[in-house]
Each structure stands twice: as C-alpha cells, then as structure tokens.
Nanobody
C-alpha cells in the first residue's frame, strides 16, 4: 500500500523558514521522481520543485533561490526547505511521486500540509 505523508507545515511570519518532509512507502522511492506542488485557494495546483532519481532539481521561478528540494533515499524521504517565505507562498503543499517507463507508470499524491505565511 502506497503512503506519502507530509509534515512540517504551519504558520510562519514573512521572512521566516519552514522545512517540509514527505515520508514515502509502498513503492520504489529511489527510482521515482519526487515533487512538491502547492495549491492556494481559488488557484490551480502548481509545481514548486522537483527532484529526479538521479538528483537533478528544477524549481518554479517564483521560488528559485529561496526553496531547496532534497531527498534521502535511505530514509525514503523528500524535503523542501523554504526560506524567506512570503505571504504569496501560502498554500496547501502536496508531495508527489511519479515514474513513467514503458513498463511502470504511476503518480501518487500525499494528503497535503498547510503552509500559512502571515504576520
């Protein structure tokens, strides 16, 4: 059974930091591309950051230089370090695991964790 469990969200003041974690189980984590997405009220879900099985990363322009995605394959966990947070970063943040090959295809989602940036 697949599980993606996010943690680390909360309320933080502008300029502050949070570290999100996503603990994964039930699939081959090390072979999966992992991503963090977010969805603000009234907006579509958007990609925040992604990391491939090989460790290559990509970021949304709005978070470049402020957020860092990383993974620990030994712990089956992906992280999102968020610094210099802004009110516009307020959203529900979701963890995603995906893999698309000729024989294996999946995209799994966590339940989300709320991040609120407000003074």
């Amino acid at each position: 059974q697949v599980h993606l469990v996010e943690s680390g969200g909360g309320l933080v003041q502008p300029g502050g930091s949070l570290r999100l974690s996503c603990a994964a189980s039930g699939f081959t984590f090390s072979s999966s591309k992992m991503g963090w997405y977010r969805q603000a009220p009234g907006k579509q879900r958007e990609l925040v950051a992604g990391i491939t099985s090989g460790g290559s990363t990509n970021y949304a322009d709005s978070v470049k230089g402020r957020f860092t995605i990383s993974r620990d394959n030994a712990k089956n966990t992906v992280y999102l370090q968020m610094n210099s947070l802004k009110p516009e970063d307020t959203a529900v943040y979701y963890c995603n695991a995906a893999r698309f090959t000729t024989t294996v295809k999946y995209s799994y989602w966590g339940q989300g964790t709320q991040v609120t940036v407000s003074s």
